[in-house]
């Protein structure tokens, strides 16, 4: 089966003003969809075409730069619709709080590696906090790259992902890449991280 465009759980302008509805239509509509439609096309008619998008990423070493790219893109932006919600923000609680306290220390500690991690990932890439042997860890990646894959620097299952190339806010922030960071704390769905965490 071909992999399909997911649908946003929430309308393009939902987001404002944190992220503008003409940034999340492209964003979604295009690029997203651009990269679904380039990794069918890459693995149409290979073995590929018969795993999950997760098997692939695992294998990821073995595959072209169409299928790391596209498949990656696909996987990455599938996750970060869903880690935003409008009226999100706040501070997680429960057990995703009690793992943030165990391994940063504090909220804040965690907040500040991953606003870094975003902020000085040169070029294009994601920010992401990945449960990495039973740990939470903040990661970033290049491109469309993400810790799932087997050539990642840093391995583990990514529980939120923030999108920092400039597509992601060039159209309301221009080159100002940590306004926009700020602003993405005020759009987390921190009840989807959870639960990313209790899957992982
Ligand atoms: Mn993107």
Same mark, same amino acid.
């Given at each position: 089966?071909?992999? #399909? ?5 929430? #309308? *393009? @302008? ?8 003409? @940034?999340? #239509? ?10 679904? !439609? ?7 008619? !290979? ?6 998008? #997760? ?14 790219? $596209? ?29 943030? $306290? ?6 804040? @500690? ?9 902020? !000085?990932?040169?070029?294009?890439? %994601? ?29 583990? @299952? ?11 806010? *060039? ?18 769905? %921190? ?10």
């Amino acid at each position: 089966m071909a992999f #399909e465009l997911p649908k946003l759980p929430y #309308e *393009y @302008t939902a987001l404002e003003p944190h992220i503008d509805a003409r @940034t999340m #239509e492209i964003h979604h509509s295009k690029h997203h969809n651009a990269y679904v !439609t380039n990794l069918n096309k890459a693995i149409e008619g !290979t073995p590929l075409a018969s795993q999950s998008l #997760e098997e692939i990423l695992k294998g990821i070493s073995k595959a072209s730069a169409a299928v790391r790219n $596209n498949g990656g893109g696909h996987f990455n932006h599938s996750l970060f619709w869903k880690v935003m919600k409008p009226g999100g923000g706040g501070l997680p609680s429960g057990d995703l709080a009690a793992a943030i $306290n165990r391994d940063f220390g504090s909220f804040d @500690t965690f907040k500040e590696q991953f606003n870094n991690a975003g902020a !000085t990932r040169f070029g294009s890439g %994601w920010a992401w906090l990945i449960v990495h042997d039973g740990k939470l860890v903040v990661s970033s990646s290049p491109n469309q790259d993400n810790p799932l894959m087997d050539i990642a620097e840093v391995k583990g @299952t990514p529980i939120l992902g923030l999108d920092v190339w400039e597509h992601a806010y *060039y159209l309301n922030y221009q080159n100002r890449r940590p306004d926009y960071i700020a602003a993405f704390w005020n759009v987390i769905n %921190w009840d989807e991280v959870a639960a990313n965490l209790k899957k992982a």
